[in-house]
């Protein structure tokens, strides 16, 4: 009930303006979003280079209704492309189909996407590629990113790979597909509101399928990227690679930026690849309320910090009110789970 909410509340626009008119909500995006410009991102990513940390940029947006919008977010990632080159960041972008023209035209997305592909061919040094990750959107968009990833592929390029949520019903043969292809796989829970007949609505069925998939995509995937920050989704991830004698360095794991900052840093030191999905950009709202939905658990550190890090003033009211009553309806949530057992 409470991530269906989060959901319902990510495209709500008056709750959108309130919590971006806010003075404190800068504070609390802080901790998940990059800033909104590239130079912010950029200055974000070197950081975490230096923790020994490589990242994916993402410019957040999607769905644009303009082929200039498009056409603006393209360039964007060919910026970013560039400034990794120039600024020699371990790095690849993430980008969102339905931000390059997918719901304009369909060969319009696919030549943005060649643009931004082609540049990031040029710009590869013998230390390896700029790889470009088409992010995987609500289920209007996954049979036709798939099929994107295999026309690009059909045209030569190996730099390009896509997301599979764990959520949803078709993911296994998806995965088998794009194992076949030899194209690379970041694997997810999911976070957009799906209905039953597409995406299995209990947890412990997403988890038993991402741990199900997360086997297919070591065994017989290329470098395959195990998205989680659930700890018993990466220690199922270890406790097979250890079994099977699968190379540490064959896959890895990523996170989100700001999320078990803790957990991030302990499975670098023990040798696992670990990279930091890096967002950045204006349209943060949608994208922190669906990081909510994912692991509600997150809500608290919000809440908390409203409580810690400010008096509340009358900007600030909306936000701790709004998170005081979903974070109230977590531990209400929580209590009845426990007691019921």
């Known amino acids: 009930m409470l991530r269906q909410s989060l959901l319902y509340l990510s495209d709500n626009q008056t709750l959108r303006r309130t919590v971006s008119e806010a003075r404190l909500s800068r504070r609390l995006v802080d901790r998940f979003v990059a800033g909104e410009t590239l130079d912010e991102a950029i200055a974000v990513s070197r950081l975490l280079n230096e923790s020994g940390l ?66 990031a061919n040029e710009l590869a040094t013998d230390d390896g590629e700029i790889f470009v990750r088409l992010d995987m959107e609500s289920t209007d968009y996954t049979e036709k990113t798939i099929q994107l990833v295999e026309a690009l592929w059909g045209r030569g390029f190996r730099n390009v790979g896509t997301v599979l949520q764990s959520y949803l019903r078709r993911t296994p043969g998806d995965v088998k597909r794009l194992n076949a292809l030899g194209s690379r796989v970041r694997l997810v829970k999911g976070a957009y509101n799906e209905s039953e007949k597409i995406a299995f609505p209990d947890k412990f069925d997403v988890d038993d399928m991402f741990v199900e998939e997360m086997k297919l995509l070591l065994t017989d995937g290329v470098y395959p990227a195990i998205a989680t920050h659930d700890e018993q989704m990466i220690s199922a991830t270890r406790r097979f690679a250890f079994e099977q ?97």
């Open 54 to 119: 490589p990242v994916s940029l993402d410019h957040l947006g999607e769905a644009v209704i303009t082929k200039e919008e498009a056409l603006s977010a393209c360039d964007m990632a060919i910026r970013s492309v560039e400034r990794i080159a120039v600024d020699g960041i371990d790095a690849n972008i993430s980008v969102k189909v339905t931000q390059l023209g997918l719901d304009i035209e369909e060969d319009f997305c696919l030549a943005n996407l060649e643009r931004i592909l082609r540049r």
């Open 245 to 341: 004698g699968i190379p540490r360095d064959s896959f890895e794991f990523q996170m989100l930026y700001g999320v078990r900052r803790d957990l991030q840093q302990r499975l670098r030191e023990e040798g696992y690849k670990v990279r930091i999905y890096v967002p950045y950009g204006v349209s943060w709202y949608p994208y922190l309320m669906r990081r909510m939905a994912e692991r509600p658990a997150n809500l608290l550190f919000l809440a908390t910090s409203v409580a810690k890090e400010s008096p509340l003033g009358r900007a600030a009211r909306p936000v701790a009110v709004g998170l005081g009553v979903v974070a109230g309806a977590l531990a209400a949530s929580a209590w009845r789970g426990r007691n019921s057992k």
